[in-house]
């Protein structure tokens, strides 16, 4: 029986669990949902069940499994493996997750931090496959940010490096939940370009035809402004090429400090496909300096959902293999 690792990718609806064998290849998958109402206690049982469920069902011992990687929202204290609070899930409060999963099923385990995980995992088998410099950014709620450097995750002196939707993009700009204002992820998210037009509409009053759907849903999302946009919506338009070219803001600034070979994008935002990266690398190239020309390349992430569950075993191979 060759080696393999467990993955596990802790989100606010879904538990899931890869494994993974030492070619970088998934062997078994298994999804389970996150009983957030049932506390900690209820959410790491679910983590033990499942991970020892999946090894049952391949036929998998304890023995047999290199180690475990859990990719987890934040904050995070790294070095001694706790989940210092956790949003979506209420009572996660300075909890030792590794641990506590680790000593459930017997296994060597290493806490990683969400976005970190899912660029690894494009890394090892998505987008990022034959790059050496390669930074992730998941627009989602926010911005998660992920820089691989032949092939380990830079993490910075304290553990909270590479939080790329907290660079600033404007001085004195939005205020962000970080205490900071002007963060990248309150111009270039997925929520933020809901949150815009919606402030063009409600408090402007600004023709569009959001308004409608806006009505009609009670809210509108990233999908809804880029859907007007090609209908022919002015407002949409505007909205979708501001929070474009305050993201090609970010990825300039991130090639100016690292020269990656690849900036990758995913999180719900991506779905939009070319209508995300065409005006990306548009605004990119003009904002791009003319000392020399331009060589880091930006795609859409290919393993969608299941980055993070991929990268959470690759940081357990990283780590213990
Ligand atoms: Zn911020």
Redesign the pocket.
Known sequence: MSKVCIGIDLGGTFIKFALLDENMSVTGALQLPTPAEAGPDGVIESMISGATELLDHEGISAGDVTGVGIGSPGPLDLAAGVVIGMPNIPGFVNIPLRDRVGDGLGIRTVLENDANVAALGEYLCGSGKDTDVMVMLTLGTGIGGGIVIAGDLIRGAHGIGAEL??MIVEPDGEQ?????RG?L??YASASAVARYARKLIEQEGRKSILTEVLGRKGGIDAADVNEARHAGDDLAAKVWDRAISYLAVGCVNITRLLDPDLIVLGGGMAKAGDDLTEPLRRHFSRLHWTIDTQKTALTLASLGNDAGVIGAAGAAWKQFG
Do not use: A, M, V
């Open positions: 939707g907290h962000c939940p970080c205490g900071l963060c992820e309150r």
